[in-house]
């Protein structure tokens, strides 16, 4: 797993590679959406399960913001029981790893029986997903052993990234965050790689950290999917309790659980550039501050130079400056090497937990 976490920036290295090139901003080679496709999409619908899901969330913050498309993610397991309604010109989208995951699969045929063009994301080129799929992108990142996704996860971030600017550049949309962020994509391997600069001092705080049986992961905005998943990491592999919110829904009923031996992590990165993220991180500061003085242990990941959230967190992290619609590939990292450094510390197997695999085969 930690070889793999490590090898996250040659791997968005590969997904991004070949995409910026041209006379056009972003080019998806052999992507088999045709222009005019994409012209007609009315809504996108994302399924997916675990990691890919929360890739999926990410994914509707950036496809809503980018190309101004209504977005709406679902559990693959939960898709193809309810009997969605599927509109005319609808995408559904496919997240998996594997291409193998049976509910996704049951979701992809499910959404094919209604009308819905379908579009794979996925890390393996010949699978059961992309050989169903009408058109597929490869996220390249090379094969997974570890159970827990990282490397696969990050690359599922670029591809929709890479997705959501190719389809606002086919409908001639255009935004200062959207260029931002492309103008940002070329340096994000080598800032995932400053990100990853942080394996020490997460280990020292995941010496605090592992002895505590609960945790509670908080983010707003674009930033909430990236505390899903690392909750979710911190289960999969340490076996601890763990749970994301949105840090604004915080207060409507779970602040109830919150006390001195239930330790919280707040995504707080700013974007000084974009008026949206300014204020969330204000917002975000107020609650850290409140948290901090009822003696609660607040782990924040804050951008670099922040020295407001840093005088008052007991724990703090910084990472690299990115554009407001890259910062989930960089929050994700201290929450990786958390993770698997707590599980670690707990002497857990953090590549082969128990009772998971790498591939979802039976419902």
């Known amino acids: 797993m930690l070889k793999e976490i490590y090898q996250q920036p040659e791997a968005v290295q590969s997904m991004i590679h070949g995409c910026l090139q041209g006379p056009d901003p972003i080019v998806l080679p052999n992507f088999s959406l045709s222009p005019e496709d994409i012209r007609r999409i009315a809504k ?12 999926g969330i990410v994914g509707e913050f950036m ?16 898709y193809c029981y309810r009997d969605p309604v599927v509109g005319p010109n609808e995408l559904t989208i496919f997240i998996s790893q594997s291409g193998t995951t049976v509910d996704t699969l049951a979701a992809l045929h499910e959404a094919h029986s209604k009308g819905s063009k379908s579009l794979a994301i996925c890390n393996v080129a010949d699978s059961p997903l992309t050989r169903d799929a009408d058109a597929t992108l490869l996220t390249c990142a090379g094969e997974e052993v570890a159970i827990a996704a990282t490397k696969s996860f990050t690359t599922q971030l670029t591809a929709l990234f890479l997705l959501s600017a190719y389809i606002a550049q086919i409908r001639g949309i255009s935004h200062a965050a959207v260029a931002s962020a492309l103008r940002g994509l070329k340096a994000l391997p080598e800032q995932i790689r400053r990100a990853l600069c942080t394996d ?6 995941a010496q605090e950290f592992y002895r505590y049986k609960d945790c509670i ?11 899903l998943e690392g909750a979710l990491k911190l289960k999969e592999i340490s076996y601890i309790h763990a749970e994301g919110y949105p840090t604004g829904e915080l207060k409507h009923g779970p602040t109830a659980l919150v006390n001195e031996q239930l330790p919280i992590v707040v995504l707080a990165m700013c974007d000084k550039s974009d008026e949206g993220s300014v204020l969330r991180y204000g917002k975000s500061l107020s609650n850290i501050r409140e948290f901090v003085n009822r003696g609660i242990p607040v782990l924040a990941v804050i951008t670099e130079g922040d020295k407001e959230v840093s005088g008052i967190a007991p724990y703090a992290v910084f990472e690299p400056d990115v554009p407001v619609l890259l910062q989930p590939l960089i929050e994700v990292i201290p929450l990786q090497l958390l993770a698997y450094h707590i599980a670690v510390r707990g002497g857990h197997n953090v590549d082969q937990p128990r009772n998971l695999s790498k591939s979802v085969m039976v419902e």
């Open 200 to 205: 020490e001092t997460i280990r020292k705080f």
């Open 44 to 55: 996108i619908t994302v399924a997916a399960s675990g990691s890919s899901r929360h890739a």
């Open 63 to 78: 496809l809503e913001r980018m190309a101004r498309i209504p977005v709406e993610v679902d559990f693959a397991s939960q």
């Open 217 to 227: 992961y908080m983010g707003r905005d674009i930033d909430y999917p990236i505390a």
